[in-house]
């Protein structure tokens, strides 16, 4: 079985990236995103930057659910994955202009939209960039099961997440953890320069703002690679 996987692995990753790109195509079907929940605050978190510039929800929309705080209307779910998604919802976005699709109506609905695609492209950079960067760190240690490693991360719950229902935030959230992994693995046994711990606190900054409980749980990173900070602990 290993060595199938390991002779035929670039096939199985193209196989698995190409059936990421065509898995969610039925979702372009559906009417709108239904009763709002997590989907829908994760969207309005990428909106209210994508089509406004701003951090500011209260006249964005009008929209009768408990997952809106009463005082900024904006939405209760972490707004990390919304934000890092908006700079590739806004460049979709200027082909809805194009065919005059309203942002007010594209803003609490937007199923069938550029916008909306921008988001799905969003989760796709974001996985492949991740999963990049483990593989390099993966092929650093020359650990010769990399392509099974590879394979189990593809067939994870992971791909469920980023090619159907994309809106939700693990796309983000595994592509920050990678990021941190490379920073803390890629030189080894050297300290970490000031560019580096300033993208290391960027990114547990990012992660806190996609998902708080990983961000918590990744804080022992800090204590498995404290000899890189010149920390006493």
């Not at 194009?98 to 199923?111: K, Y």
């Not at 390099?136 to 159907?164: A, D, E, M, P, R």
């Not at 990744?218 to 010149?230: A, P, T």
Request: glycine share 4%.
């Amino acid at each position: 079985m290993y060595k199938v996987l390991k002779n035929n692995k670039n096939k199985i990753l193209y196989f698995f990236l190409l059936s990421i790109l065509f898995k969610p195509l039925w979702l372009f079907n559906n009417q709108n995103l239904g009763i709002p929940g997590d989907d829908m605050s994760y969207w309005l978190h990428s909106a209210t930057i994508a089509f406004d510039y701003d951090l500011d929800y209260k006249n964005d929309y009008k929209l009768d659910s408990n997952i809106f705080n009463s005082k900024t209307n904006a939405p209760i779910h972490p707004p990390g994955a919304g934000y890092l998604a908006s700079p590739f919802v806004f460049i979709m976005s200027q082909f809805d202009k194009i065919i005059d699709n309203s942002v007010e109506v594209t803003r609490t609905n937007p199923v069938k939209s550029f916008s909306y695609l921008g988001f799905f492209i969003a989760g796709l950079f974001y996985t492949y960039f991740g999963a990049f960067l483990l593989s390099k760190i993966i092929k650093k240690f020359k650990n010769k099961y990399s392509g099974l490693l590879i394979f189990c991360g593809l067939i994870s719950s992971l791909i469920h997440f980023v090619s159907t229902r994309f809106l939700m935030a693990h796309a983000t959230e595994f592509f920050l953890c990678s990021v941190l992994i490379y920073i803390f693995e890629n030189n080894e046994n050297k300290k970490l320069n000031n560019t580096e711990v300033l993208l290391s606190l960027i990114t547990y900054f990012l992660l806190a703002l996609t998902r708080p409980s990983t961000f918590l749980y990744s804080l022992i990173l800090l204590l498995f690679y404290r000899n890189k900070f010149n920390l006493n602990i």
